[in-house]
């Protein structure tokens, strides 16, 4: 009698399998893409971590940190990361991401080599253009090292000449700080932005609620309104107006986020339109479990899984074009700097504002607070 064969997975088969038993947790868009770049230590090493539960926004940047020097490691050695990294290594990881333009003008060979920077632009990995972010680098290399360490490794990350090096890089090409929005999505930007969508297609409906959501629950960051699940909104008793009419209320359970403690579950609440613009959108995408936005294809079709948070930001930029704004002066994260600008012009107190914004820096979140109290301040208007 003939045996029935069982299917032999391939490595890569195997690494997009493992990926999928954690994406709930892990939401890992390209797939397949890392399956084929990481290695089976590197995908054990994101289970172990999930089962740690450390929070997702922290397993989202390491897991794209990781899929990035992976990437570079091949392009620039031919060899995957090697783990300890030795410090060779790690300052040529910082001569090709921290480099002087101007040097790059008479000297071709300074910074990161052409062909290592064309393989990770041909594979999705790079898309700026000059050094990297100071900021950027340190976060790589701090993600790096807290990855080697989960391996049970020591590497050389605070090493004298590394730290030397990125000290010496930053110094050489001085960078201006820029917001991560130009310009904050302030109330008045806000309702252009939703005329754009006062449509009754799925995607207005949508892209409605996600503008509502995030602006008026403090802000959100667009990790967290794309992993924003069904099972976190909780109906609250309604709030009565001002003119006594009652408004829909809503609390969102955000759970572990950037700011809080590792035990502590951020909440933030929504009422009045926010929460109809929501309803609306859940009923209309018939979902009753599971993520809260997600992609709807040409045909109409609501997907099952969440959206990307880069998706988000596309959302935003969209409208704006469609307001007829200017996209490249706004970002998803305009809603947050703009939320807080927006509760300072209205008079509304910084401590009530954070406690929905859940800044956990006064500094960061009164900045708003100072920037509006001087532009409609006497020393603004000296001759208006």
């Not at 900021?135 to 290399?141: F, N, S, W």
């Not at 929504?270 to 809260?292: E, F, H, M, Q, Y």
């Not at 469609?322 to 209205?346: D, K, Q, V």
Request: some cysteine; overall charge positive; proline content about 5%.
């Amino acid at each position: 009698m003939a045996r029935s064969r069982v299917p032999v997975l391939s490595a890569v088969e195997s690494r997009a399998e493992q990926l999928d038993t954690i994406a709930a947790v892990l939401p890992i868009d390209r797939r397949d893409r890392l399956a084929e770049l990481l290695t089976d230590a590197d995908v054990e090493t994101l289970r172990h971590l999930v089962n740690e539960g450390m929070g997702g926004n922290t397993l989202r940047a390491l897991t794209s940190d990781l899929a990035y020097l992976e990437a570079w490691s091949q392009a620039a050695t031919g060899e995957p990361l090697p783990w300890p990294a030795p410090e060779a290594l790690l300052l040529k990881f910082v001569a090709h991401h921290l480099w002087d333009p101007r040097r790059r003008e008479t000297d071709p060979d300074h910074g990161m080599p052409g062909d290592v920077e064309q393989t990770l632009r041909n594979g999705g990995f790079l898309k700026s253009l000059g050094p990297h972010a100071p900021d950027t680098v340190r976060r790589r290399l701090a993600n790096w090292s807290t990855l080697t360490k989960w391996r049970g490794v020591e590497g050389a990350f605070a090493s004298p000449a590394l730290k030397t090096a990125i000290r010496l890089a930053v110094r050489a090409v001085p960078r201006q700080r820029r917001r991560k929005s130009a310009k904050a999505v302030t109330g008045d930007v806000l309702a252009k932005l939703l005329a754009t969508c006062a449509g009754e297609s799925l995607r207005d409906v949508r892209d409605r609620a996600i503008l509502m959501v995030a602006f008026a629950s403090g802000g959100r960051r667009r990790s967290e309104v794309a992993g924003l699940r069904k099972e976190q909104l909780t109906i609250e008793v309604p709030v009565t107006g001002e003119d006594g009419i009652p408004l829909p209320s809503l609390s969102i359970h955000l759970g572990r986020t950037k700011n809080s403690g590792a035990s502590q579950d951020e909440v933030v609440y929504l009422t009045g339109r926010p929460v109809d613009a929501l309803n609306a959108w859940l009923a209309a995408a018939k979902i009753d479990s599971g993520s809260v936005f997600r992609g709807i294809d040409r045909w109409g079709n609501v997907s099952r899984r969440a959206l990307d948070p880069k998706a988000v930001n596309d959302i935003v930029k969209r409208r704006v074009t469609a307001a007829g704004l200017e996209p490249g002066e706004f970002s998803a994260h305009g809603l947050r700097s703009g939320y807080l600008t927006e509760a300072a012009n209205r008079g509304v107190p910084l401590p009530e504002a954070m406690e929905q914004s859940r800044h956990r820096s006064v500094q960061q979140a009164s900045s708003y607070y100072n920037s509006a109290t001087r532009r409609s301040g006497r020393a603004a208007r000296l001759i208006a």
